[in-house]
């Protein structure tokens, strides 16, 4: 069965670093576009990022451009997300959703969502 | 950037009760739209893609309709699993946006 399970989450102080992985299972990780979504605490749900299946083409949120990197890699079947100069804001519990389709990087809803884990921004 | 606005923000139901939810768009976004059902502390859910196209698995009581930048979700009898947050999301450009949620309760 279909499984994504992200890890990396944690308490960092504002301003510092962390990477976020997110390791696919049951599917054919290489074919899909996937996304990083967060929920802040008590919050609705942000999209921050996605990457197409190929890893050629790369969309962020406002809030997060210039300070966030999504990456992959289809060898490991796994997903990342290099979170930098981080703010209390960036406070969330943050989600990988694989796309719908296929090889699509537009008009795809997500399909399969991990546990999610759970950053901190905090001194 | 493509707002998305959900009525209401919280909803309170009865078992059996007819509920619908509604989602507008700033702009026209064809079909390009799913609803998402949320428990606590576990992930969405798909549940309606494509404004009214049911995700397998989920019950019939659940349909969506709607399209350009008016759209509803009904749950034609609400059985005690629905009781949940429901999120509309646009996929017809990025960034990708969600709608605030609507919450609901039991009354």
């Known amino acids: 069965q279909v499984q994504l399970v992200e890890s990396g989450g944690g308490v960092v102080q504002p301003g510092r670093s962390l990477r976020l992985s997110c390791a696919a299972s049951?599917?054919?990780?290489?074919?899909?576009?996937i996304h990083w979504v967060r929920q802040a605490p008590g919050k609705g749900l942000e999209w921050v990022a996605v990457?197409?299946?190929?890893?050629?083409?790369?969309y962020y949120a406002d809030s997060v451009k210039g300070r966030f990197t999504i990456s992959r890699d289809n060898s490991k079947n796994t997903l990342y997300l290099q979170m930098n100069s981080l703010r209390a804001e960036d406070t969330a519990v943050y989600y990988c959703?694989?796309?719908?389709?296929?090889?699509?990087?537009?008009?795809?809803?997500?399909?399969?969502w991990g546990q999610g884990t759970l950053v901190t921004v905090s001194s | 950037d493509i707002q998305m606005t959900q009525s209401p923000s919280t909803l309170s139901a009865s078992v059996g009760d007819r509920v619908t939810i509604t989602c507008r768009a700033s702009?026209?976004?064809?079909?390009?739209l799913a609803w998402y059902q949320q428990t606590p502390g576990k992930a969405p859910k798909l549940l309606i893609y494509?404004?009214?196209s049911l995700e397998g698995g989920v019950p019939s009581r659940f349909s969506g309709s709607g399209s350009g930048t008016e759209f509803t979700l009904t749950i034609s009898s609400l059985q005690p699993d629905d009781f949940a947050t429901y999120y509309c999301?646009?996929?017809?450009?990025?960034?990708?946006?969600f709608g605030g949620g609507t919450k609901i309760k039991i009354k």
């Open positions: 999301q646009q996929y017809n450009s990025y960034p990708l946006t």
């Open positions: 702009q026209s976004i064809s079909s390009w």
């Open positions: 494509k404004a009214s």
């Open positions: 990457i197409s299946y190929d890893g050629s083409t790369k």
């Open positions: 049951g599917f054919t990780f290489r074919s899909y576009g």
């Open positions: 959703a694989n796309d719908y389709y296929e090889s699509s990087a537009y008009h795809s809803p997500f399909d399969y």
